[in-house]
């Protein structure tokens, strides 16, 4: 059974930092790729970055690209999301997902920027 559980959030001042971690049970993590959503409310859920299984490749939104960093610890099953210059619109609920795993979301982590 799928498990993924989602911490590390909380309220930042715009241009802060937070660190999103993601941990994972119930499958073999290091043979799937794996991804960060974000949904804010009244909006679509928008997809922030992905990693594929090894961390060799990295695919980032534009509205994060240059600002968040996805990495992924193989060895402890655990996924990350390093966010900078933190922006209002940042504001949302971040999920880890496993795309190939039809409905692996965790409860998610709130985010929200504001001064």
């Known amino acids: 059974q799928v498990q993924l559980v989602e911490s590390g959030g909380g309220l930042v001042q715009p241009g802060g930092s937070l660190r999103l971690s993601c941990a994972a049970s119930g499958f073999t993590f290091s043979s799937y790729g794996m991804s960060w959503y974000r949904q804010a409310p009244g909006k679509e859920r928008e997809l922030v970055a992905h990693i594929s299984s090894a961390g060799g490749s990295r695919n980032y939104a534009d509205s994060v690209n240059g600002r968040f960093s996805i990495s992924r610890d193989n060895a402890k099953n655990t996924l990350y999301l390093q966010m900078n210059s933190l922006k209002p619109e940042d504001t949302a609920m971040y999920y880890c997902?496993?795309?190939?795993?039809?409905?692996?979301w965790g409860q998610g982590t709130q985010v929200t920027v504001s001064s």
């Open positions: 997902i496993v795309p190939r795993i039809p409905g692996s």
